[in-house]
Every structure is written in structure tokens, then in C-alpha cells.
């Protein structure tokens, strides 16, 4: 064989056909523990896009290496999924409710009504719609779930290196093709 030709068949034999290469970026656990909390429900989607949902009950590092989903090593993206206080919804809820009561009461007697036996209908109507508004805002509160992402693998670059060799009766050639 000639020297181009042994050229042409190591790049053959190294390069072959197109090839692609990316590096596998791993999930720090201390990190992950930082970030989660008892009762939290954490969402692990493979490179497949399989979502594996699972309940945190201890948010140690080595808790969180036996969860399901987190043992295989095709992590795209970890997520989190928590419910909203639902203190922050009902102190919204008695305000919304409450402010005009607080106001109108303020200004008439703090409610005294002057009628026999119904003394305190103002009071009480002020009192029940305020905690009627307080667990309303309550409820909406316990209906919002935050969905919080942890870890997502960056879009990597990958490297691809095309070699099309070419023999002929008058020469030889090479195409090679890299994409980035």
C-alpha cells in the first residue's frame, strides 16, 4: 500500500462513521438535599422523557440516591413540586373581607344595632363573612402548586466528524465533514 492509502484506512478505522459526543453532566446530591423538603413531591425525567414522580421523606443526600428515578444515570431534569402556604391565601381572604367590615363598623357605633334582641346581628354577620373570606382564600391557596426545576442538563453541544473515503484508478481522497 501506498502512504496515502494507509492515511485513508487509519482514518477510516479511527473516525468511521459519524460520530457524536456530549459529557454526561451528574446530579450533586448535597445540592439536591439543600433544596428540598420533607413532603415535597420530586419529578426526575430520563433522556427518554419518562417522568418518575416520588414523596421526599428524608431530604438527606443518601435518602435521595435511593429514590426511584434517581438511580439511573439518563437525568434530564429534576423538578419539585410544592403546595402554596395556606396562611399568606387566608390572611388575603380575612382582608378582603374584613377591611370594609373594620371600616363600616368603625364608623357606625363598632356595630351596635339598636334593635332588641339584635344587638350584635352586625358583629356576628361582620365576624362570619370575614372567616367565610378567610377560608376561601385558604382554599385557593391549598389549590396552587409550585413547580420548581432543580436540575436540568444544558443543551450540550454535540460533535459530529463525517469521513467518506473516495479510491479511484488516478488517486485517493478523503471527505471529512465536522459539524459542531
Known amino acids: 500500500m501506498k502512504g496515502s492509502s494507509w492515511f485513508v484506512a487509519t482514518l477510516v478505522l479511527v473516525f468511521g462513521v459519524a460520530t457524536g459526543a456530549r459529557a454526561q453532566e451528574t446530579v450533586d446530591f448535597g445540592r439536591l438535599s439543600a433544596s428540598v423538603r420533607r413532603g415535597d413531591a420530586l419529578i426526575v425525567t430520563d433522556t427518554a422523557g419518562r417522568q418518575t414522580q416520588s414523596q ?8 435521595l440516591m435511593r429514590l426511584p428515578g434517581l438511580t439511573s444515570s439518563g437525568i434530564t431534569e429534576i423538578a419539585v413540586e410544592r403546595r402554596d402556604s395556606i396562611w399568606n391565601g387566608a390572611l388575603i381572604g380575612l382582608a378582603v373581607v374584613g377591611t370594609p367590615w373594620l371600616i363600616t363598623c368603625a364608623a357606625n357605633d ?18 362570619t363573612t370575614a372567616a367565610i373570606g378567610a377560608g376561601i ?17 444544558a443543551p ?17 481522497s478523503v471527505r471529512i465533514a465536522v459539524g459542531f
Open 137 to 153: 382564600g385558604a382554599l385557593i391557596d391549598l389549590s396552587i402548586r409550585q413547580h420548581i426545576t432543580l436540575y436540568r442538563v
Open 156 to 172: 450540550g453541544r454535540t460533535l459530529s466528524i463525517g469521513v467518506l473515503p473516495s479510491l479511484s484508478t488516478s488517486g485517493t
Open 110 to 127: 363598632w356595630c351596635y344595632y339598636n334593635e332588641y334582641g339584635a344587638e350584635n346581628l352586625l358583629r356576628t354577620t361582620a365576624l
Open 56 to 63: 421526599v421523606v428524608d431530604a438527606s443526600p443518601e435518602s
